[in-house]
């Protein structure tokens, strides 16, 4: 069965003091309530908070830290990175690859992301390899050719063993943090396609074993509606993750 995942991205929000009481919050939230149970639920701090999540959320069923971003190096002089096995060793499992603001304002390329994701998985942690969009490609109907060029250029490459561990999040560029969703349609679409995509390189099997999921002003609002559709599995989620209450309502948005 494929897995139901909501991860929260905080993005560069929150310092150290603000960032416990939100954890705790969102902590003694999922313990009043059996109901996300099976979820697995990311939360994705910037990486200085990671050990500390960790800890924290120890022992918690179905809860994981991840790091938003790595370098695409294993070790030495790249002052100001953080590797995959860095990310590792503190208790992360999970990392953001590929995020529209990675791809936008640090110009990652197509070949960064594809080394980043092989050292993630080298590492033995999953990638949520994300893509998607921007308002002008759709606009131009293009939005299908970018979204596979995407998948083909950076995780393509890998064997069917390595491709199951990767997550990926479909996030519309004109959605996040826009408060524009994409209409449960549109993800519903865009997600079956990026299914048949998989399905054509790696077998069946593998496509319907793949977590897909939707990212771009996902709140609790229209969450319900979204992971209501047969292709997507779950939200990576920006804005409304920093606030504990709509994040464990998503959480708890999953058709039962
Ligand atoms: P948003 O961000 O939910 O604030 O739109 C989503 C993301 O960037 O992952």
């Known amino acids: ?31 009043k309530s059996k109901k996300g149970e099976a979820v697995l639920k990311v939360i994705i701090p910037p990486s200085l908070y990671i050990h500390d999540f960790y800890e924290t959320t120890k022992g918690l069923k179905n809860v994981f830290v991840g790091a938003q971003n790595c370098s695409t190096e294993e070790s030495g002089a790249y002052t100001g990175e953080i590797s995959a096995g860095m990310i590792k060793s503190v208790g992360g499992n999970y990392i953001i690859i590929g995020h529209s603001e990675r791809r936008s304002y640090f110009n990652e390329t197509h070949e960064e992301l594809k080394k980043k994701t092989d050292i993630t998985l080298k590492h033995g942690l999953q990638p949520i390899f994300c893509v998607g969009e921007t308002k002008e490609k759709r606009e131009a109907n293009e939005h299908f050719k970018v979204v596979e060029a995407q998948i083909n250029d950076s995780i393509f490459h ?31 679409e865009m997600h079956r396609f990026i299914r048949s ?22 709140n609790e609002k229209n969450a319900a509606e979204l992971f209501a559709c047969p292709d997507v599995d779950g939200g990576l989620i920006g804005g409304a993750s920093l606030k504990a209450k709509e994040f464990v309502e998503i959480i708890h948005s999953f058709p039962q």
């Open 197 to 218: 995509l998989i399905e054509n390189k790696y077998g069946r099997v593998l496509a319907q074993e793949m977590s897909i999921l939707y990212g771009g002003s996902c």
């Open 1 to 31: 069965m494929r897995k139901k995942i909501v991860a929260g991205n905080w993005k560069m929000n929150k310092t150290y003091s603000e960032s416990v009481p939100l954890l705790y919050e969102i902590k003694d939230l999922l313990f």
């Open 158 to 188: 890998l064997i069917p063993d390595e491709f199951k561990k990767v997550v990926i999040a479909y996030e519309p560029v004109w959605a996040i943090g826009t408060g524009l969703t994409a209409t449960s349609a549109q993800a519903q």
